[in-house]
């Protein structure tokens, strides 16, 4: 008997969690190295699975975040130009002219010389942050904040509200900003400078709190300010184990991305802090119960996309800690950084989510129809 082709899977939406876990591994891999090289991969890997598996009308918010890490770049490079503070280099660009200070202000300087060695290591860390960013931007484009809203537990009920409906309309102000540039253009109004951000900045404004009000009004009438019973003990109990939920997390966090740190600090915190907020969500959610209307599924692309973001987080994790050829390029004196292969094929693991994941319907239509 011949055997049917296997049937291709039916085009829907990625569970939201999944691309969370993809870019928070990949967000990862780019805190642990100032390779150039790597970090400008991680973007483009980035970038490449944003417009694979974005879904049609979603706004991009990957373009914006790309925008604000190019500025955190420049930001960082000429704070170290004017202020100092960063690496000491031997190759001098230019001399600035310097202001004497008191010498409570070690470390600190106004004006003063200008080495290349500083400004690659400055530009190196902005790159970072940016790289940072881009993963960031990409998960919010590839997963809607409102899709993840219904898998917060229901003791960060509040506090997920709030996220969500910022990350939601950051995105949205840009868009808006180019809507109203757009179209004074259209009326033959093109000028430029601070005038023109002004007369810009009132309509975007009024633009966001009409959409606000809208907001408010339909979180009302879906009962997003319902009151919840709860008794004062165990209110005071959940309290208590999300402050030090919280604060395990955030210093298990910082001990975890900062490499100089204690051990203590690092993944036992982190551990500590995560059973304690857990605890605290069990605690809470006995007193809210919540329902779910037409949940999404976890399948086997799930579980790959996480395992393909997870996979870079983990291997340049690794290589940071034991001190890899490649992580940290040579600053002093400066020099090309070399390209470890490992790691560049760690992070191209990340780039098959984009096949791996389902396309969204509406990209799917879109690509049928333009077929």
Not at 267 to 282: F, K, Q, T, Y
Request: proline share 8%.
């Amino acid at each position: 008997m011949r055997r049917l082709p296997h049937p291709a899977p039916l085009p829907r939406l990625l569970h939201p969690a999944a691309w969370w876990v993809w870019g928070a591994g990949l967000a990862v891999a780019a805190s642990r190295t100032t390779n150039p090289f790597l970090l400008v991969l991680v973007v483009a890997v980035a970038g490449w699975v944003v417009l694979e598996r974005r879904e049609k009308g979603v706004p991009n918010a990957f373009l914006p975040f790309l925008v604000v890490g190019l500025f955190a770049i420049g930001l960082r490079v000429v704070m170290v130009a004017l202020l100092g503070g960063g690496v000491t280099g031997r190759v001098v660009l230019f001399r600035l002219p310097e202001i004497p200070l008191p010498q409570w202000t070690s470390g600190v300087r106004l004006g003063g010389a200008v080495t290349l060695e500083g400004v690659l290591a400055a530009a190196y860390e902005g790159l970072r942050l940016a790289a940072m960013l881009a993963c960031l931007g990409a998960t919010n484009a590839l997963a809607s904040p409102r899709r993840l809203l219904r898998y917060v537990p229901a003791t960060l009920y509040e506090v997920g509200t709030a996220v969500v409906v910022a990350l939601t309309f950051a995105p949205q102000l840009v868009d808006d900003a180019l809507r109203v540039r757009a179209a004074r253009r259209l009326r033959g109004h093109s000028g430029r400078g601070l005038a023109e951000i002004g007369r810009l900045a009132v309509p975007v404004l009024v633009g966001a709190l009409e959409r606000s009000l809208h907001l408010a009004a339909s979180m009302e009438s879906r009962g997003y300010g319902r009151a919840v019973r709860r008794t004062r003990s165990s209110a005071a109990l959940a309290g208590a184990l999300t402050l030090l939920g919280l604060f395990g997390v955030v210093t298990g966090l910082y001990g975890v991305l900062d490499g100089t740190a204690p051990l203590l600090l690092g993944a036992p915190m982190l551990a500590a802090g995560s059973l304690c907020a857990a605890a605290a969500l069990v605690v809470g959610a006995r007193r809210d119960p919540r329902t779910r209307y037409r949940r999404d599924p976890w399948q086997g692309a799930e579980w790959l996309v996480s395992a393909a973001g997870l996979v870079p987080g983990v291997v340049l994790a690794v290589a940071a800690a034991s001190g890899w050829p490649g992580v940290v390029p040579q600053q002093v004196p400066a020099t090309l950084p070399s390209v470890p292969l490992a790691l560049v094929a760690a992070i191209a693991v990340a780039a098959l989510a984009a096949p791996l994941a389902p396309v969204p319907p509406a990209l799917a239509l879109a690509r049928e129809r333009a077929s």
